[in-house]
Structures are given as structure tokens and as C-alpha cells.
């Protein structure tokens, strides 16, 4: 089972953009899922997480900017970025506890922001 970032783009700083989580062969809500994001020549880092019970957790410095959610019947999560900083430059991944034991990212979704 793997998870699939997409919706990834370049944006000005201040845009906005929405990222979508997809799943095949699990039932998205029974995981917990989150998001993570590498800059390059940095390591990965958490971003945001949603639990089964929907309850939602973000880093500090994209409180207030970045969103996450899930979408039962869709079997999705998002990540809706609004005020994008050149800094929130990076590939981001999302993934379930399970993916990151076994060591399996998808291929992520590329976030370029310009000043």
C-alpha cells in the first residue's frame, strides 16, 4: 500500500496551492496520515497530520497557513497552503505510520515558490 502526493505547482509567493493524498487498497480514514516535506539537501521533516478521528496537528511554521483534511467518501486527504513563502520550497510526501516503518515514500509532489 502507498500512498500518492499530487497536486503540486509553481506559485508566487502569497498563492495558494491544494495538495491531494490518494490511497488504493486501504481505507484512508482508518490511518493516521501525514505530511512531509524535503527541501533540498535538507532531510524530511512533518508538516501536518490528521488522526482517524480527524483531529489535526500542524508544524509551527505552517499554523495558520497550511490546512489539513480528509474527504471519507473521496478517500483523500488535502493539504490547502495559502501564503506560501519561498521557504515552503521542497517535495512533499504524505504517508500513514506503517509507510515510513517500511521505508515506502511515493514519489511526492514538487512545491516551487517564487519570490
Known amino acids: 500500500v502507498q500512498l500518492q502526493a499530487s497536486g503540486g505547482g509553481l506559485v508566487q509567493a502569497g498563492g495558494s496551492l491544494r495538495l491531494s493524498c490518494t490511497a488504493s487498497g486501504i481505507t484512508i480514514s482508518n490511518h493516521l496520515v501525514s505530511w512531509f516535506r524535503q527541501a533540498p539537501g535538507k532531510e524530511r521533516k512533518w508538516v501536518a497530520s490528521?488522526?482517524?478521528?480527524?483531529?489535526?496537528t500542524h508544524e509551527v511554521s505552517v499554523k495558520g497557513r497550511f490546512t489539513i483534511s480528509r474527504d471519507n467518501a473521496k478517500n483523500t486527504v488535502y493539504l490547502q497552503m495559502n501564503s506560501l513563502k519561498p521557504e515552503d520550497t521542497a517535495v512533499y510526501y504524505c504517508?500513514?505510520?506503517?509507510?515510513?516503518?517500511?521505508?515506502?515514500w511515493g514519489q511526492g509532489t514538487q512545491v516551487t515558490v517564487s519570490s
Open positions: 490528521i488522526s482517524t478521528s480527524a483531529t489535526t
Open positions: 504517508n500513514t505510520p506503517t509507510g515510513q516503518s517500511r521505508g515506502a
